[in-house]
């Protein structure tokens, strides 16, 4: 079954300081990744995902991701963190059964932005 | 254009109370997608639309949760005498495609709090 795994529920980062989100998947066929946003009390915002064009993929914001095949991860990057970015992150796994399809989201990395 | 609207943002039912929850997805898009985040947690399927058609219910965790599209724009989320673990933020998603690897769009959420 295709699923991701999010290490560390919470990562603490200087502002200015690189920012690194680990998500790492299962999935039996070539997935479809991505990585939401979440500010509180809002919505999820796409910031980037991976549809096998390319296995660096850059995202809004700075951010971006590159797609490890053989270590089944998809690990989330900015070169330097800035007070806004502090925020819920989700990575994402689309499913397809039959003629459905669906996200299915890790347990979330809440990162957190120290002055 | 606007974007996923969600309403109620905030509802409080008490236990044994019927709920309704509405969403408005971007005009045009063929996909709408449920999704039941618990605090600290990601998002969880519950169901998916193709226009009209309900195409995907697995994830509904019980017959209490009810969910319509009749004319393949807006949709609606019931659940019938609500319990205390039904308490989440419901997200409403919608996509202009009904191919895994578009994007999704969420709304705000309603915050659902029974008490």
């Known amino acids: 079954a295709q699923s991701v795994t999010q290490l560390g529920s919470h990562v603490s980062v200087s502002e200015g300081a690189l920012v690194l989100l680990r998500c790492n998947y299962s999935?039996?066929?070539?997935?479809?990744l991505f990585w939401y946003v979440q500010y509180p009390n809002q919505g999820l915002q796409l910031l980037l995902k991976y549809t096998s064009a390319a296995t660096l993929v850059k995202g809004i914001n700075g951010f971006e991701a590159e797609f490890k095949k053989s270590e089944t991860s998809f690990h989330l990057t900015k070169p330097s963190a800035h007070m806004s970015d502090a925020a819920e992150y989700f990575c994402a796994v689309t499913i397809k059964r039959d003629s459905s399809y669906k996200l299915i989201f890790g347990s979330g990395t809440r990162l957190l932005v120290r002055p | 254009g606007a974007g996923v609207s969600q309403s109620p943002r905030y509802k409080v039912a008490k236990r044994g109370q019927d709920v309704a929850l509405r969403c408005d997805p971007i005009?045009?898009?063929?996909?709408l997608f449920w999704y039941q985040q618990a605090l600290g947690q990601g998002p969880e399927f519950l169901t998916y639309?193709?226009?009209?058609?309900?195409?995907?219910k697995s994830g509904l965790p019980s017959d209490r949760f009810f969910a319509e599209r009749p004319e393949g724009s807006v949709s609606t989320l019931k659940i019938q005498r609500t319990q205390q673990e039904d308490s989440a933020v419901y997200l409403c998603a919608s996509s202009n495609r009904d191919r895994p690897f578009y994007e999704q769009y969420f709304g705000p959420g309603t915050r659902l709090t029974v008490t």
């Open positions: 005009s045009g898009h063929v996909s």
């Open positions: 639309f193709q226009n009209e058609a309900q195409l995907d």
């Open positions: 999935s039996s066929v070539p997935p479809y």
